[in-house]
Nanobody, 114 residues
Framework: VQLQASGGGLVQPGGSLRLSCVAS????????MSWYRQAPGKQRELVAE???????NYADSVKGRFAISRDNGENTVYLQMNSLKPEDTAVYYC?????????WGQGSQVTVSS
């Protein structure tokens, strides 16, 4: 299983970005798709997750600003990030769970700065 993320970059405070992550390979049985982030000097933290029943969960710090969605037919998970703040600056990682196995994508840098 391979995960390919895209969509990071530099944005001003208050701006928006959309991250995408495509899963390929033996992806049968995906039951959870997530986004994590890791800021310099901090631990990796869960940002948002979506189950195969479309149940979502968000970190308190991003509720109301970020939205996670998925396209099951394309094995793709998205993270729409609005009203970005400097404290959202981090490397963002996509993650999927297939039954009990977990897979990570390469990081995508998001920098929020004026």
């Amino acid at each position: 299983v391979q995960l390919q993320a895209s969509g990071g970059g530099l944005v001003q405070p208050g701006g928006s970005l959309r991250l995408s992550c495509v899963a390929s390979g033996n992806t049968l049985g995906i039951n959870l798709m997530s986004w994590y982030r890791q800021a310099p000097g901090k631990q990796r933290e869960l940002v948002a997750e979506i189950t195969n029943f479309d149940t979502t969960n968000y970190a308190d710090s991003v509720k109301g600003r970020f939205a996670i969605s998925r396209d099951n037919g394309e094995n793709t998970v998205y993270l729409q990030m609005n009203s970005l703040k400097p404290e959202d600056t981090a490397v963002y990682y996509c993650h999927i769970r297939i039954v009990a196995s977990r897979y990570w994508g390469q990081g995508s840098q998001v920098t929020v700065s004026s």
